[in-house]
């Protein structure tokens, strides 16, 4: 898998066709995979391929000083290029303007890759290595929130006192969001501020209402925010609640469909709910 | 701003009675950034509002708070009083204490609570006021009428006679749509042609109108006052210039077998043809299809003839640019497709009636052109089968209407007039002939209508049955009808030498692309969408685009005139003004914030958000932002909602003025 | 708001009820219903907004935050936006927006999502009747104001 992938990273940025490549580079097996934007051929060796590349590197094709080093190709796994899907729908990125290299995954040891059905990447410009794609039925995929939702709704409402309590706003959360790029994000704005951006729990409460629901029918389930987040708090709940309800209403599964309208923004007059009145 | 005035309105008792206006006014002049707080009896009156400009002028007040009643009653009267006191209407709120407090709240100590709850949210939104000006867009004076029937040449010629210049688009070659190849009208009986063809003639003429025929239009860029339409003017493959129109041409040509689209199929014409004999422009055409010469290369005998040199085989179709203020949509109608073979052998729609099959089964449009003076019999009733002259004759009314099994579930509205013309006229020139008429219900509102049908009954000895036809076969030359009367409850037979099909109208084909191409609404049949059924019923919900005739619903000829001059009208009001003049509270986006997700692009339901490019001094394109055309922009807000990043605001509304209310009430 | 939190005459509880309204069918509802003088409790605040389609979801946390009870959001039915789309792009943010409110513990109980039209001044009526009486029942929303009161963590 490595060698292969070495090789296209090597001639893409032998012949021109990029200028980087954004890809996984490890020091040690110790630490965790970082990424590395290589500019030279004779660096391509220092990429590197294995079951701790979890990370999710869409989030630097944003990035202002990445893209002044000229047109990229990226590494990415069949579940991140779906933020790829996302951000082209949104105008942020051309597709023409970047090369795809979808990596083949049979799973990174966490618990979503069990319920992953994107384990070969469909979109990719060039695909090294080959696994299968298994079909995940919805109640699998949601099982994690599914689970927490049957508890009562002052045990939810305890549970995320107790985890937002813990939340230091960072940001990691956002910054590490393939789908996070703001201009100026929102707690960034004042007059009016629309949320508290105090590190309270009313703020915490806040921010974290807001992260969610920006995502609602956007987010791909990448886990980058929890993956970050240094108190640990499951952002994935959240995250999937939206994802399971626009899948559920509306029959969006965000970023498997290039041609899928997005969520919001558009609507049908069929759409069905039972709570307004 | 930290000047306000207060002004709480006793409404005679209806807020007083409930709410204790005093105390209101006392708790009021205690909000942060009240000035003042005054009580009047009637703050609408007179008195009241000099009440208001004189507090304005003396405290030299920065925003004013009206507590009184509905927005939606009196929000204009007060922005009007503080203007004529030189503040800024956009600077004056309401606080609704009488519909939504004292009207609903008998308890005085929390009615009065209430009141001052809502005071305090109208001050604390209008300490975010900001001073607004009306928005002004130029306007281009000049229309675009699409459609050339009746509908659209009373639009061009109301426009044009006012000065206005027009530019009148017609898809056929002939201006005069359906109307010019009907026989006599209801319920005067006088001779369409006769009516119309003067104003065709006054379109040509007029220095207002540009007419362009055979052409389509391409493309509408741009917005109200301000379009850019780009018209496609197929080739004509005549020089209509140099052109005398006398005619050597299509009688020398040689192809002489294609239906006749004017008379639906009924005649036959040439390749090079007009499609009749007071078509305007009084031009021939060519058709490209049916032409040798274009086909096959061979013959050019029009060429010969032609004195005037006009024949051009290497005419292109050509694309004409017009800067326009308005469009007016008259495209009109074209009939159901009563028996459409789907190609396994199987007819859709009324396969049973036979339409398609048996030459003597027409249309009522067919039956138009068989009893005009000018169609393919000159006037004379002859079927088409063998030329005989029909003795008996079935007209089958709501043919696709009012059928939601087949066809359409409206109602047509004029087949009723249409049958009961046609079997006058039949009844007029075939005096020993009977008419019969199948019918569900006879639909006669209108000036004279009812009477008309009567007459057709009483004096034209017309025969009405109450029913439906099941099926139409043919035996030894003639049509076998099965109906039902239901009103004798009994089954009926007739043998026909002739039926005619009342079928439904549908908008002409195409309408769609164009209602996207103006953004105008349409509905699952096709027909345009007015604003407003009762009080804007030409207008549409894309500023600038009007519509008029059968392209909106089904019509008869003297509703969709009607129509027609009202959005006449309607454009010539709104270029009164050399700039049309619209409410400021729209939204606006903040460019340096905005991220270009355009998910504000995509509900806006105005069309009113476009990417705009923000580019460096040298040029270089650095992103793409969203940016709100305030010609277009109605204020409803959906975008601010949707904004992630709040970038998109609303002035009026905007999201300072909304927390800032919100935070009131804390 | 601070004199509706509770009544002073007899110390019940008066439940906070904030209610964004869209200017053209609800506000008008509202409006009728004072016309036609139907009585009903005094609880709710309006805020009046051009459409349903401009009411962001952090309205209702808003809200909350300021210690509302209860939230009601209510516009033209489907069809009769007077921007003819507003409502229902909020019918999908509140289709969505409800889910994460459960997720999050949230009561969503205490949030009411309504269409009505300038022409139902008795549904504005009784709409405000039942929820005022429901919120009752609920009690004041001490948790989201234990959100709310914490301070610096």
Known sequence: ?277 | ?666 | MNTAASDPANGEFEPKIVAYVCNWCTYLGADLAGTNRLEYPANVRIIRLPCTGRIDFNLIVKAFEIGADAVLVSGCHPGDCHYTSGNYHARRRWMLFRELLATLGIETERVHFTWISAAEGKKFQQLISEITSTTRDLGPYHAYREICETCEV
């Open chain 1, 1 to 277: 898998m490595l060698q292969p992938l070495r090789e296209t990273c090597r001639r893409l940025l032998d012949d021109g066709t990029v200028q980087v490549v954004i890809g996984y580079g490890q020091a040690m097996r110790a630490v965790e995979p970082y990424p590395v934007f290589i500019t030279d051929p004779n660096d391509v060796g220092q990429l590197v391929w294995n079951e701790q590349c979890r990370t999710n590197l869409v989030k630097y094709l944003l990035r202002q000083e990445i893209r002044a080093l000229g047109k990229p190709a990226i590494v990415v796994k069949g579940c991140d290029e779906r933020a790829l899907v996302v951000l082209e729908q949104e105008s942020q990125i051309e597709r023409s303007e970047i090369v795809v290299i979808g990596v083949a995954c049979d799973g990174m040891a966490e618990a979503r890759c069990e319920v992953c059905d994107a384990h070969q990447p469909r979109f990719a410009d060039h695909t090294i290595g080959h696994a299968t794609n298994k079909e995940q039925s919805a109640e699998r995929r949601y099982a994690h929130l599914a689970e927490f939702q049957e508890r009562p709704i002052a045990d939810r409402m305890d549970y995320w006192k107790a985890e937002l309590e813990r939340c230091v706003k960072c940001y990691a959360c956002r910054q590490s969001c393939p789908l996070c790029y703001c201009q100026r994000c929102i707690v960034e704005k004042n007059r009016p501020a629309v949320l508290d951006t105090s590190p309270t729990l009313k703020g915490n409460f806040a921010w974290h209402i807001v992260r969610a629901f920006h995502l609602a029918g956007r987010c791909v389930g990448c886990d980058q925010c929890s993956r970050v987040c240094p108190e640990g708090i499951d952002l994935r709940l959240l995250n999937q609640s939206m994802a399971r309800a626009s899948e559920a209403s509306f029959g969006h599964r965000s970023g498997t469909d290039p041609q899928a309208e997005l969520v919001l923004g558009n609507f049908s007059k069929q759409d069905q709910e039972q709570f307004i009145r």
């Open chain 2, 1 to 666: 701003m930290a000047r306000i005035g207060v002004f709480t309105c006793w409404c005679g008792e209806n807020i007083a009675r409930n709410v204790d206006v005093q105390s209101v006014a006392e708790q009021a002049a205690q909000l942060p950034g009240v000035r003042c707080s005054q009580t009047h009896k009637y703050m609408c009156s007179d008195p009241g509002q000099k009440l208001i400009r004189d507090t304005i002028a003396a405290e030299r007040l920065d925003g004013v708070v009206i507590a009184s009643c509905s927005p939606h009653m009196h929000l204009k009267t007060f922005r009007k009083a503080a203007e004529h006191a030189d503040l800024n209407p956009y600077l004056v709120e309401m606080a609704n204490v009488r519909e939504q407090c004292s009207w609903v709240h008998s308890q005085r100590s929390r009615a009065t609570a209430k009141a001052v709850d809502l005071i305090r949210v109208a001050v604390a939104k209008v300490r975010h006021n900001r001073a607004l000006e009306p928005i002004q867009v130029p306007v281009t004076r000049k229309v675009l009428v699409v459609g050339g029937g009746v509908a659209g040449i009373q639009a061009a010629l109301d426009i044009a006679d006012s000065g206005v210049p027009v530019v009148l688009v017609e898809r056929e070659p002939s201006i005069g749509g359906k109307m010019a190849g009907l026989s006599e009208t209801f319920p005067t009986l006088d001779c369409s042609q006769c009516i119309l063809t003067p104003r065709m003639v006054e379109v040509a003429q007029h220095p207002n109108i540009t007419l362009h025929t055979c052409s389509e239009v391409e493309q509408v860029e741009g917005y109200v006052g301000n379009f850019r339409v780009t018209i496609r003017k197929q080739a004509r493959y005549i020089d209509v210039d140099k052109c005398t129109g006398c005619g050597q041409c299509w009688n020398a040509c040689p192809s002489k077998k294609t239906p006749s689209e004017f008379d639906y199929g009924l005649g036959k014409r040439t390749a090079i043809y007009t499609p009749f004999p007071q078509a305007v422009p009084a031009r021939p055409v060519i058709d490209r299809d049916a032409c040798l010469r274009l086909t096959k290369g061979r013959c050019g005998i029009c060429v010969k003839k032609c004195q005037a040199d006009a024949i051009r085989f290497d005419d292109q179709d050509e694309l004409v640019s017009e800067d326009i203020g308005a469009i007016i949509v008259a495209t009109g109608y074209q009939l159901y497709e009563i028996g459409k073979p789907d190609g396994q052998g199987r007819v859709t729609g009324y396969g049973e009636y036979g339409y398609g099959r048996y030459p003597d089964v027409i249309s009522s449009l067919q039956f138009e052109r068989l009893v005009s003076a000018s169609g393919p019999t000159g006037g004379e009733i002859r079927r088409p089968s063998d030329g005989a002259v029909p003795k008996t004759v079935v007209f089958i009314s709501c043919v696709g209407s009012r059928d939601n099994a087949k066809g359409l579930s409206y109602c047509s509205k004029i087949c009723c007039m249409v049958n009961a013309k046609h079997t006058m006229l039949y009844k007029h020139k075939v005096h020993d002939g009977q008419a019969h008429v199948f019918y569900m219900d006879i639909r006669a509102g209108g000036k004279n209508y009812d009477e008309f049908v009567r007459r057709a009954i009483e004096q034209d000895g017309a025969h009405y049955h109450r029913g439906r036809v099941s099926k139409i076969t043919q035996e030894d030359g003639r049509l076998i009808v099965r109906g039902v009367d239901t009103l004798a409850g009994e089954p009926l037979t007739i043998a026909a030498d002739l039926v005619v099909l009342a079928a439904a109208m549908r908008p002409a084909t195409g309408v769609e692309d164009l209602a996207q191409k103006v953004n105008v609404g349409y509905d699952e049949f096709g027909f345009l969408c007015e604003s407003h059924p009762k009080l804007r019923p030409v207008e549409t919900n894309a500023a600038g685009v009007f519509v008029c005739g059968a392209c909106h619903g089904p019509k008869d000829i003297p509703e969709s005139v009607t129509q027609a001059s009202a959005a006449a009208a309607k454009v010539l009001l709104m270029f009164s003004r050399d700039r049309l003049y619209r409410e400021p509270e729209i939204a606006h986006v903040q460019e340096s914030a905005c991220a270009g997700c355009f998910a504000c692009r995509r509900s806006c339901p105005y069309h009113a958000i476009d990417p705009a490019e923000i580019r460096d001094r040298q040029g270089q394109l650095v992103r793409r932002v969203a940016r709100v055309n305030p010609g277009l922009c109605m204020g409803c807000g959906t975008c601010v909602a949707l904004c992630v990043s709040k970038s998109v605001d609303l002035e009026g509304f905007s999201e300072e003025q909304v927390y800032a209310m919100v935070e009131s009430l804390r």
